[in-house]
């Protein structure tokens, strides 16, 4: 088993739309300030649901604004207007204040929602882009908290500098092969970037069959754990409820990858 002892752990968290990454971002995030420590869960999706998944209601998430689209704020810190390319800005602006500042604190937890200006998704080098990746450099690489970030189905948010300052980068898997292949393009472009540490997560899993398919499958990739197909975990997000909150299996499952990254078992 690889170990893990990183004091203020960095986890980037990812997977095909619908396997239940988000699900296990929140498990982790709530274990975690659960255990005392500062926690900061970043939504980097930009089918943003980070904020249902740890019991936010509807009513304050719909008030949390993506730092995307926060012009002010990225006008002033990198002297150029969202939405520009080209010319001069500064690429190397200043976001420590922003987790206190634009951050949406729940239950000992930091949420930060990323969002993705249609300039920014297209890779240009403007200064929605130039923001977000350096808020993203500050999460991972300068601070002591644990920092859990819910990504898209890739790693286009992280750089190299980033991406090898990741303790752990988990792809999270469902029975299937489209699931499977997800993982394996992820996992190339993890060795791109130099990220060494890429764990497996298995997800939805009925039973041992299941397991057994996903064991066989992925290859290389060190399997951490799995979270049971449950329930409560669908009436939790039919609830707008925390699956940390309704689902005991859930939670027990997630303790086991969460002792399991601190090398405790």
Known sequence: MSQVTKQGLKLAITGKGGVGKTTLSSLLAHLFAESGKRVIAVDADPD?????????????????????????????????????????????PRVDDVPDGFGYTKDGITLLVMGKSKEAASGCYCPESVFLRRLLRHL???????????????????????????????VVVEP????????ETVKKLAEGLGIK???????????????????????????????????????ADMRGAAPFDVSSGARADATIIMNRLLGLV
């Open 48 to 92: 943003a649901n980070l904020a249902a998944a740890l019991g936010v209601p509807p009513e304050e998430a719909s008030k949390i604004r993506p730092i995307a689209e926060i012009s002010d704020l990225i006008e002033e810190r990198t002297g150029a207007k969202p939405g520009s390319s080209g010319g001069m800005f500064r690429l190397n």
């Open 197 to 235: 540490k890429v764990f497996v997560v298995a997800s939805k899993v009925r039973g041992e069959e299941d397991l057994a398919f996903i064991r066989d499958s992925i290859g290389g990739m060190e399997l951490l754990g799995s979270i049971g197909h449950d329930p409560d975990i669908v009436s």
């Open 176 to 183: 299937g092969k489209r699931s499977i292949q997800t993982a």
């Open 140 to 170: 991972i690489v300068e601070r002591d908290d644990v920092v859990i970030v819910d990504m898209e189905a890739g790693i286009e948010h992280l750089t190299r500098g980033t991406a090898d300052s990741v303790d752990a980068f988990i």
